[in-house]
DNA sequence: GTAGGGTTAG
């Protein structure tokens, strides 16, 4: 309690006392326009004058050339927005409509920064649509809008269509640059399709198609990143530099970024150490990784360090940053404080988003505080125009279910179409745990039989059949579980351990001990590996059987396999001697978890009273008694 | 004017 008050002096007070820290970052320059006089203004004033230079010549070959000041404007409009976005997608389709009907046509530029335009609005399907629209039309196109409309494409998840406009990019005589084939790539990666993103790769560089550039190395090296695959991405990045392609503050945040995911904080740190040195300088998506590395450690001076750090360097944070304050304060109960980041964000003009708000209802429904977490749907949001999505439902669902209200969460879940959103696997479930945590098991199983299979938008995923497996055996439902399971194997689904947990878990807890078992021998079969939940379950169901020589011949077995038992499945065999009166062996164990750093827990603890009252003289009692309780 | 990095829930 004393240290989340003084975290909260000093976080909160150490952003309020940097009014840079959160200083409109204005990038480097903007356009304003008036009275048909074009000024750039800039926040460096050398760059000020390259500007301004540069917009000399062209203004005065534009207006030499085109005397039509429509043109001007909207070439003006489509420049800035191309950087930005449009505020509306009418606007940008109201744009585009005028540009198709225009005489003579604006340059196939102009048409490329309207889509650009929309992919920053990241509307890749309308991009897309306009792409089309433009080929029927006539419209000339460039490699650019070729390049433009494989990106959607990528992030639409047809990367099948990517690659059939490659070869649409050939045809029209277009040669594919070193940007079209890190798009593809990216693409192949992120429909996880790693070995067909490598090969890509390897044959561009045995073709010499492509050079590969920073930007190719930093999204192959993201790639690994993603997949797990950390030491190999440090090697690409290793490999680049030695081929003499540059890391630049991408590539160094996209691998600060892995390794704080990786719980690899100070490595993080020490490459924020090295870009530094190399004079590469760090931004607010660096820093936000880190900030959110030390946060998930709870390390808030490393925290407030860093966001000292960046007043000084004079980087600005962002919403992004801030959410992650907001969430990490959130999750250690600190509401208020998570209260005081929003409103200190309203008042440096960072504008909090459906993000901002869900991590704070999330905070308050950690605490219990669910209707609080409702108020900031109903009030706060409605009044900030912030429009709710699935998610905020999601919390607020799971928020009632913890507390035992699920029809509050039904009434919640009802209201979602209201709202225009559909449920997604997750939320139904939530519902459907609720329904099993509150014992309404014949709810439980007609949501999920009239809500879930019937609905085919729905694909179940391991976590939601784990639920379901858990929820059956616990109600004594085997056979129906069991036969769920093969309905599971049959629709494809491969259970992944966690399900094979919770059905060896059940049908020891039901008296089926062989069924258990053989699903547990056939594991390797299924290419499964045993963890220590596995071992630890299996060993607590010979413990009641009796069975204590396989009990203690599988602890033997677990750690021969390299699983290291923990302190449950100490404790669980621990309480297992006990049981079968093996007192001294229970106390050699016990030695053994202790020289481990576990302890005896509650209920190991609770059962050694328990034999103490019954047996007040049995000297083995008494030793470990002596040893561990006091 | 086209490609790469960061935020929330079971």
Same mark, same amino acid.
């Given at each position: 309690?004393?240290?989340?008050?003084? =975290?909260?002096?000093?976080?909160?007070?150490?952003?309020?006392?940097?009014?840079?820290?959160?200083?409109?970052?204005?990038?480097?320059?903007?356009?304003?326009?008036?009275?048909?006089?074009?000024?750039?203004?800039?926040?460096?004033?050398?760059?000020?004058?390259?500007?301004?230079?540069?917009?000399?010549?062209?203004? /005065?070959?534009?207006?030499?050339?085109?005397?039509?000041?429509?043109?001007?404007?909207?070439?003006?409009?489509?420049?800035?927005?191309?950087?930005?976005?449009?505020?509306?997608?009418?606007?940008?389709?109201?744009?585009?409509?005028?540009?198709?009907?225009? %005489?003579?046509?604006?340059?196939?530029?102009?048409?490329?920064?309207?889509?650009?335009?929309?992919?920053?609005?990241?509307?890749?399907?309308?991009?897309?649509?306009?792409?089309?629209?433009?080929?029927?039309?006539?419209?000339?196109?460039?490699?650019?809008?070729?390049?433009? &409309?494989?990106?959607?494409?990528?992030?639409?998840?047809?990367?099948?269509?990517?690659?059939?406009?490659?070869?649409?990019? +050939?045809?029209?005589?277009?040669?594919?640059?070193?940007?079209?084939?890190?798009? !593809?790539?990216?693409?192949?990666?992120?429909?996880?399709?790693?070995?067909?993103?490598?090969? !890509?790769?390897?044959?561009?560089?045995?073709?010499?198609?492509?050079?590969?550039?920073?930007?190719?190395?930093?999204?192959? +090296?993201?790639?690994?990143?993603?997949?797990?695959?950390?030491?190999?991405?440090?090697?690409?990045?290793?490999?680049?530099?030695?081929?003499?392609?540059?890391?630049?503050?991408?590539?160094?945040?996209?691998?600060?970024?892995?390794?704080?995911?990786?719980?690899?904080?100070?490595?993080?740190?020490?490459?924020?150490?090295?870009?530094?040195?190399?004079?590469?300088?760090?931004?607010?998506?660096?820093?936000?990784?880190?900030?959110?590395?030390?946060?998930?450690?709870?390390?808030?001076?490393?925290?407030?360090?860093?966001?000292?750090?960046?007043?000084?360097?004079? /980087?600005?944070?962002?919403?992004?940053?801030?959410?992650?304050?907001?969430?990490?304060?959130? %999750?250690?109960?600190?509401?208020?404080?998570?209260?005081?980041?929003?409103?200190?964000?309203?008042?440096?003009?960072?504008?909090?988003?459906?993000?901002?708000?869900?991590? !704070?209802?999330?905070?308050?429904?950690?605490?219990?505080?669910?209707? %609080?977490?409702?108020?900031?749907?109903?009030?706060?949001?409605?009044?900030?125009? /912030?429009?709710?999505?699935? =998610?905020?439902?999601?919390?607020?669902?799971?928020?009632?279910?913890?507390?035992?209200?699920?029809?509050?969460?039904?009434?919640?879940?009802?209201?979602?179409?209201?709202?225009?959103?559909?449920?997604?696997?997750?939320?139904?479930?939530?519902?459907?745990?609720?329904?099993f945590?509150?014992?309404?098991h014949?709810?439980?199983?007609?949501?999920?039989?009239?809500?879930?299979?019937?609905?085919? &938008?729905?694909?179940?995923?391991?976590?939601?059949c784990s639920i379901l497996l858990h929820g059956l055996c616990q109600n004594r439902f085997v056979v129906e579980a069991l036969s769920f399971f093969?309905?599971?194997?049959?629709?494809?689904?491969?259970?992944?351990?966690?399900i094979y947990n919770t059905l060896i878990d059940g049908l020891s807890k039901n008296g089926h001990?062989?069924k258990a078992?053989?699903?547990?021998?056939?594991?390797? !079969?299924?290419?499964?590996?045993?963890?220590?939940?596995?071992?630890?379950m299996?060993?607590?169901?010979?413990?009641?059987?009796?069975?204590?020589?396989?009990?203690?011949?599988?602890?033997?077995?677990?750690?021969?396999?390299?699983?290291?038992?923990?302190?449950?499945?100490?404790?669980?065999?621990?309480?297992?001697?006990?049981?079968? %009166?093996?007192?001294?062996?229970?106390?050699?164990?016990?030695?053994?978890?202790?020289?481990?750093?576990?302890?005896?827990?509650?209920?190991?603890?609770?059962?050694?009273?328990?034999?103490?009252?019954?047996?007040?003289?049995?000297?083995?009692?008494?030793?470990?008694?002596?040893?561990?309780?006091?």
């Amino acid at each position: 309690m004393r240290k989340m008050t003084m =975290r909260r002096a000093f976080s909160v007070s150490l952003l309020r006392s940097n009014p840079l820290l959160l200083s409109h970052s204005s990038g480097n320059s903007a356009v304003v326009a008036l009275d048909n006089h074009y000024y750039f203004n800039s926040s460096s004033s050398s760059s000020c004058c390259v500007f301004t230079s540069t917009f000399h010549v062209y203004a /005065i070959s534009h207006f030499s050339t085109n005397p039509n000041p429509t043109h001007a404007r909207l070439k003006q409009l489509l420049l800035e927005k191309s950087k930005s976005g449009f505020d509306k997608l009418d606007d940008a389709l109201a744009v585009f409509d005028k540009m198709l009907h225009m %005489k003579p046509l604006l340059p196939v530029i102009n048409f490329n920064q309207l889509l650009a335009a929309l992919v920053k609005m990241k509307e890749h399907s309308v991009t897309v649509s306009l792409f089309k629209d433009m080929c029927v039309k006539g419209i000339p196109v460039d490699l650019f809008t070729f390049n433009t &409309a494989i990106n959607c494409f990528c992030h639409l998840n047809r990367v099948d269509y990517a690659f059939s406009l490659l070869a649409g990019t +050939i045809k029209r005589g277009f040669h594919p640059d070193v940007v079209t084939y890190t798009t !593809l790539i990216r693409g192949l990666i992120s429909q996880d399709n790693p070995a067909e993103a490598q090969l !890509l790769f390897i044959n561009l560089i045995r073709f010499k198609l492509i050079q590969p550039n920073v930007v190719t190395y930093t999204t192959i +090296i993201n790639g690994l990143c993603k997949r797990g695959h950390i030491s190999t991405a440090v090697m690409l990045f290793r490999y680049m530099e030695k081929k003499g392609c540059k890391p630049n503050t991408v590539t160094y945040s996209t691998l600060i970024d892995c390794l704080c995911k990786l719980r690899l904080v100070d490595q993080a740190l020490g490459l924020l150490h090295e870009m530094t040195k190399k004079g590469i300088t760090p931004d607010v998506i660096t820093y936000s990784s880190l900030i959110q590395g030390l946060c998930d450690f709870n390390r808030w001076q490393d925290v407030n360090q860093l966001l000292s750090e960046m007043n000084t360097r004079n /980087i600005s944070p962002d919403v992004h940053t801030f959410n992650i304050l907001v969430d990490a304060y959130g %999750k250690e109960g600190m509401i208020n404080d998570a209260e005081d980041v929003i409103e200190f964000m309203i008042q440096r003009g960072q504008h909090p988003d459906v993000v901002t708000y869900n991590a !704070l209802m999330d905070g308050y429904c950690l605490r219990g505080e669910v209707d %609080k977490a409702l108020a900031v749907l109903e009030t706060t949001m409605k009044r900030r125009g /912030i429009v709710p999505n699935t =998610r905020t439902y999601n919390i607020l669902i799971n928020g009632y279910c913890k507390k035992f209200k699920v029809d509050r969460a039904v009434d919640l879940f009802q209201q979602l179409p209201r709202e225009g959103l559909s449920p997604t696997v997750y939320t139904y479930t939530t519902i459907l745990q609720g329904y099993f945590l509150t014992g309404r098991h014949v709810e439980a199983r007609k949501f999920f039989k009239e809500k879930m299979m019937l609905n085919k &938008a729905l694909t179940l995923d391991n976590f939601t059949c784990s639920i379901l497996l858990h929820g059956l055996c616990q109600n004594r439902f085997v056979v129906e579980a069991l036969s769920f399971f093969d309905t599971m194997l049959s629709a494809g689904l491969i259970p992944n351990i966690c399900i094979y947990n919770t059905l060896i878990d059940g049908l020891s807890k039901n008296g089926h001990l062989e069924k258990a078992r053989s699903l547990f021998d056939n594991l390797p !079969l299924k290419g499964l590996r045993p963890d220590v939940k596995t071992y630890t379950m299996m060993i607590q169901a010979y413990c009641h059987d009796g069975l204590l020589n396989d009990a203690n011949e599988l602890f033997l077995k677990m750690e021969a396999n390299g699983c290291l038992p923990d302190d449950v499945t100490y404790n669980t065999l621990i309480r297992g001697f006990f049981h079968n %009166k093996k007192y001294n062996e229970a106390g050699v164990l016990m030695d053994e978890m202790c020289a481990r750093g576990f302890s005896a827990d509650a209920s190991t603890a609770s059962a050694l009273l328990d034999l103490l009252k019954s047996q007040e003289q049995n000297p083995a009692l008494l030793a470990l008694r002596k040893k561990f309780l006091t």
